[in-house]
């Protein structure tokens, strides 16, 4: 493990503002654009109208003011549905389904002649593939409810989807499976990271750089949960990790947030340690303390769409990943150069020769951030926003 002296970070959500302070925000631009989820979290409403807000808000060497965004939410629904839709030129719905509230919204938007786009992360809009997604997840298929919820679920993003002027995905490979579904214009912005994350990453590679990445002596690596969805993709993995810890005594395992090892590592229970689920700005930290981050994926359609931003959030900290080769994955990094791939029956013996190879982590570590900062930088993706908005 890394020797990295970042403190514990006091962590507040950044986006807890008063509803008239982001009015006001909105209000501020030439051209405005209304981000809407269902309820802020860390997840998708951080990606898709967070980040994306504090771009626009940001400029990029336009005029003072030409461009403004903020992010509004179910409960601001309300009493400021038609103040927002005054306020703002195009609204985006980010991810969520159908219902009243949101229907009146985007109406009061279309009737002022106003753009309404739908903006998805993930392959949440096609009932086709609730099979795919409730084995992606290891959800029982023989429970009804399951299948009540997901063909709900499904089919709301849809409803939502056909009501909409145009789309917007976070890859190719999820516009591609988006243009399946709509004669609409599809438009690709990808996840980048945001400006706290840049922050404290900076810090932690500096730590990094200048200790000249000391270590404790043990290999530490690391699995990052952030929702308790992912125990088929952890399961490609195990059988690997517990190979590699009965004849490697300096391996080590973190796992953090919604996963915990199986009974194959009960013989290793020493070498293990767990973290509860972190805010994402400590996270970090956890991130930038280990070796290698494993990214495993079970192969399918649902886990092509995904975005890598596991990736380039380990990048910038000057921590390396080790990858299945799914689609954007595969993209994203160069084996051997910024990072490693591995297919199912790979995992071991790329993991060891990571292992073996250490000499040569610095210099793979600055390549892999390098890389995050040129291609996952906000800045790197604002013409395509405002391409995406209409506004080019």
Known sequence: MFLATTPEQTYADPWQIPLPERLAQLGRGQRRVAYYYEEPNTSTFRYRCYNMAQLLNAGDGDSPGEHSACWFHRADLASSGEEIAACADVLVVCRSGYESRLLRLMDAFRVRGKRVLFDVDDLVFDTRYAHLVMN???????????????????????????????????????????????????????????????????????????????????????????????????????????????????????????????????????????????????????????????????????????????????????????????????????????????????WEQQIEHVLDHMQRYPEMAAQARQDALMRFDGSAHRDALLAALGWT
Request: with cysteine; glycine share 8%.
């Open 136 to 346: 992606t997840l290891d959800q029982d298929i023989d429970a009804a409810h399951w299948w009540d919820f997901w063909f709900g679920y499904l089919g709301r993003m849809r409803a939502t989807l056909d009501l909409c002027d145009g789309a917007i995905a976070t890859n190719d490979f999820l516009a591609a499976r988006l243009t399946e579904c709509t004669e609409r214009s599809v438009a690709v912005v990808p996840n980048f990271f945001n400006r706290e994350q840049r922050e404290i990453s900076d810090r932690i590679w500096d730590e990094k750089r200048a200790s000249g990445f000391a270590r404790n002596g043990e290999f530490t690596l690391g699995y990052f949960s952030g929702s308790p969805s992912h125990n088929r993709d952890y399961g490609i993995v195990e059988h690997a990790i517990a190979a590699l810890m009965a004849r490697r005594p300096e391996l080590r395992l973190l796992t953090v947030g919604y996963i915990a090892p199986g009974p194959l590592l009960e013989p290793f229970h020493g070498r293990l340690q767990h973290a509860p689920f972190q805010d994402w700005i400590n996270l970090q930290r956890l991130v930038g303390s280990v070796e290698l981050n494993l990214m495993p994926l079970a192969p399918s359609v649902f886990t092509d769409c995904k975005s890598p931003l596991k990736y380039f959030e380990s990048a910038i900290a000057g921590t390396l990943s080790i990858a299945s080769p799914s689609h954007n994955y595969a993209a994203a990094i160069e084996h051997g150069v910024n990072g490693y791939l591995a297919r199912g029956h790979q």
